[in-house]
């Protein structure tokens, strides 16, 4: 069964995503969408963290362009952010990997483990604001 968590760091302005059991492409979508409709994604998100450590992609490899058009159609959301996905299984990491060619308008990027995703993150902001949300 497929699931999602969310949980979202105000300090460090970071969205969060825990997902858990086999995950289609659809679940992926509509997890999105849930989150957009509840409006879990504030304008001061500036990135996201996506955890499949506890999951498996559960589609075709090929579909993974589907993914990124989805991450396409809506630039209000992840444009100019950094979409980090951590897992830990090599046939798990090919999805993110694939994904970074067909990015546009925003970047994504494999892990291992959550402190280098929001590291990753946390490096594209210019020094001086990123000095800001420390001291915050």
Do not use: C
Not at 7 to 28: A, N
Not at 123 to 130: A, E, F, Q, Y
């Amino acid at each position: 069964m497929d699931d999602v968590h969310y949980k979202f760091e105000y300090k460090e302005r970071i969205l969060f995503k825990y997902y858990f059991g086999l995950i289609s492409l659809e679940f992926i979508k509509n997890s999105w969408l849930n989150a957009m409709s509840q409006n879990i994604i504030t304008s001061d998100t500036l990135g996201f963290v996506l955890d499949y450590r506890k999951a498996s992609f559960n589609f075709e490899i090929n579909k993974y362009v589907e993914l990124a058009h989805f991450y396409q159609e809506y630039p209000n959301v992840f444009g100019n952010r950094r979409i980090a996905f951590v897992t830990e299984r090599p046939n798990d990491i090919v999805y993110p990997m694939l994904l970074q060619i067909w990015a546009k308008g925003y970047e994504t990027k494999p892990f291992s483990t959550i402190e280098a995703a929001m590291h990753w993150i946390y490096n594209s902001i210019p020094k001086s604001n990123l000095m800001d949300i420390v001291s915050e």
